[in-house]
Antibody, heavy 122, light 111 residues
Framework: EVHLLESGGGLIQPGGSLRLSCAAA????????MTWVRQAPGKGLEWVSA????????YYADSVKGRFTISRDNSKNTLYLQMSSLRAGDTAVYSC???????????????WGQGTLVTVSS | QSALTQPGSVSGSPGQSMTISCTGT?????????VSWYQHHPGKAPKLLIY???NRPSGVPARFSGSKSGNTASLTISGLQAEDEADYYC???????????FGGGTKLTVL
């Protein structure tokens, strides 16, 4: 069974930095592209960033480009999201998700974690 | 980039059919077949219902179906059930980010 567990969220002041982690289990992590999605309180889902299976290609929403960095360690089955220059508008539950196609991009997510809450506030 | 356009809320009675629309542009919904639909019960992980416009993953009931015409994709739920009450999101590949964008979400209420 696929299992994704996010960690690293918390309360952070505006302008601060935070690194989120997503520990994967139950599948061949190194074969799948992975994504971060967030949901602000009372709002809808927002795609944030994605990374290819090898880590060689990365993609970002305009709202986080230049401030967030996605990465992965396939030897540790872990996905990361380094967030910097955080703003109040970044307050959200951040979830990692697996692309449903092995060895390729499906642009569809078949397994999701429960998420970790990031609150940006002074 | 703006989200794909979905109605904010819809409602229906048990047994009825309901269609939720998802409108984009030729840069996303209209230009590609990577349209997906998700069901999201608050506090739980989203569940994939439809991928590549019309395909259902194994385990998703046949009363959930997807279609697309031009720049608008649709999710149809036949025979509404109480447990269908949830938020529904569409997503599509977009050539703006060369990845994915979501719709704003639709809250389905089963009366």
């Amino acid at each position: 069974e696929v299992h994704l567990l996010e960690s690293g969220g918390g309360l952070i002041q505006p302008g601060g930095s935070l690194r989120l982690s997503c520990a994967a289990a139950g599948f061949s992590f190194k074969n799948y592209a992975m994504t971060w999605v967030r949901q602000a309180p009372g709002k809808g889902l927002e795609w944030v960033s994605a990374i290819s299976s090898s880590g060689g290609a990365t993609y970002y929403a305009d709202s986080v480009k230049g401030r967030f960095t996605i990465s992965r360690d396939n030897s540790k089955n872990t996905l990361y999201l380094q967030m910097s220059s955080l703003r109040a508008g970044d307050t959200a539950v951040y979830s990692c998700a697996r692309d449903f196609r092995e060895y390729s991009y499906g642009y569809t997510f078949d397994s999701w974690g429960q998420g970790t809450l990031v609150t940006v506030s002074s | 980039q703006s989200a794909l356009t979905q109605p904010g809320s819809v409602s229906g009675s048990p047994g009825q059919s309901m269609t939720i629309s998802c409108t984009g542009t030729s840069s996303d919904v209209g230009g590609y077949n990577s349209v997906s639909w998700y069901q999201h019960h608050p506090g739980k992980a989203p569940k994939l219902l439809i991928y590549e416009v019309t395909n259902r993953p194994s385990g998703v009931p046949a009363r959930f179906s997807g279609s697309k015409s031009g720049n608008t994709a649709s999710l149809t739920i036949s025979g509404l059930q109480a447990e269908d009450e949830a938020d529904y999101y569409c997503s599509s590949y977009t050539d703006i980010t060369r990845y994915v964008m979501f719709g704003g979400g639709t809250k389905l209420t089963v009366l």
